[in-house]
């Protein structure tokens, strides 16, 4: 775990061009971030790669706080319990040890192998902003593999074979996820420990207990609370805490205090996107950060009160009229807000 404190990074994207280093440079943060990167490698991947991302940021005077997720077929098989796992497993352990030998101290995981669903991709936020929706009426009303398809992210080849049912018999259930997480992180967090890295556990989005016949398991505080109990002792599992997805929960603002004041006092917030939503399941939207669910100075707060010492992201943000494909215009505004709240704790602090 960082002992820099509190600080701001910028990521959620894939590859290192200028135009996103010299955002991060411009903005003001120190830190990057990346989210499942394009480097070679259909299984795993090796310490030269992950090594020239580190120095590409050094370039511009930045650091590589973490990578996100490696790419959903690397380990699909375990999150399914299917044949092949134990391989996958394998070169799981291997990609570890390369990440830490390259110098990169956090790798960001999810345990969702169908990914994250949407209902719509550009619903209309404040001042006609597009924002990402779920709504669980309109999943539950799609009976075949091509209609469901519609709700996952677009570019995902390996979904193409990923078994999908509609509202009925499950193909995976709860239980069974639970055995192949347990299998999964029995085998690889030792792994972690040696090669020093921090694995950043994602909650499920949204979350709710299945989709498309996939049980999912990080969708409520207790199995955040299950997950840690399996392993309590070690300080290289922690969470990537998306406050979003918390807030997505039913119970919405609640669940983000509850997260934040059990696992940061156990030193396991690894780091936090910094997000939020309207509503919650069954039917949620996202939006702009302070006109979501839970109050952001507030939550800023709790983390700073629990312990917290990792890095903020920006993660999902609105389209702003005229924005990139990766969200420049909604991604600075949610980076100014982070920072604002940031330096106004460092005052309250401080009188």
């Known amino acids: 775990m960082s002992k820099k404190g509190i600080r701001i990074a910028v990521g959620q994207f894939k590859e290192m061009t200028e135009d996103k280093l010299k955002f991060a440079q411009q903005i003001g943060v120190e830190g990057i971030q990346l989210n499942t990167p394009k480097i070679p490698g ?64 956090v790798l960001g995981f999810h345990f969702m192998p169908n990914s994250v669903w949407r209902t719509e991709r550009f619903a209309p936020g404040r001042g006609g902003a597009g924002c990402t929706k779920f709504d669980q009426a309109i999943v539950d009303a799609k009976t075949s593999k091509e209609e469901l398809r519609e709700f996952l992210p677009s570019g995902l080849g390996w979904l193409e074979t990923m078994p999908l049912r509609g509202p009925g018999e499950p193909i995976v259930t709860e239980e069974e996820m639970w055995a192949n997480y347990t299998y999964f ?120 009160r629990n312990g917290f010492t990792g890095f903020l992201l920006d993660d999902h943000v609105p389209h702003m009229d005229g924005d990139s494909d990766w969200n420049h215009r909604g991604r600075a505004h949610a980076i100014g807000y982070m920072q604002g709240l940031l330096r106004m704790g460092d005052f309250t602090k401080a009188a």
């Not at 370039?59 to 996100?68: R, W």
């Not at 990537?240 to 609640?254: F, N, R, T, V, W």
């Not at 949620?284 to 507030?298: L, R, S, T």
Request: aromatic share 10%; hydrophobic share 40%.
């Open 185 to 304: 992180i029995k085998a690889v967090l030792p792994v972690a420990e040696e090669a020093g890295v921090t694995m950043a556990l994602h909650p499920d989005d949204p979350p709710v207990p299945m989709l498309g016949g996939v049980a999912r398991l990080f969708y409520k505080p207790e199995n955040f609370k299950r997950a840690w109990e399996i392993n309590p002792k070690s300080e290289n599992w922690g969470l990537d805490l998306c406050l979003g997805c918390c807030s997505e929960m039913p119970g919405g603002a609640k669940n983000v205090k509850e997260m934040i004041e059990f696992f940061g006092p156990k030193g396991r917030i690894t780091y936090v996107h910094f997000r939020d939503v309207q509503g919650t399941v069954p039917n949620f939207i996202e939006c702009f950060i302070g006109d979501g669910n839970f109050d952001p100075a507030e939550a800023m707060m709790l983390l700073k």
């Open 42 to 105: 259909d299984a795993r991947w090796e310490e030269k790669d992950l090594r020239g991302l580190v120095d590409k940021a050094k370039e511009y005077g930045l650091v590589l706080e973490a990578i996100e997720n490696v790419p959903t077929q690397f380990y699909h098989k375990v999150m399914l319990g299917l044949p092949g796992r134990d391989e996958q497993i394998e070169n799981y352990c291997t990609t570890l040890r390369n990440v830490g030998r390259a110098g990169i101290p």
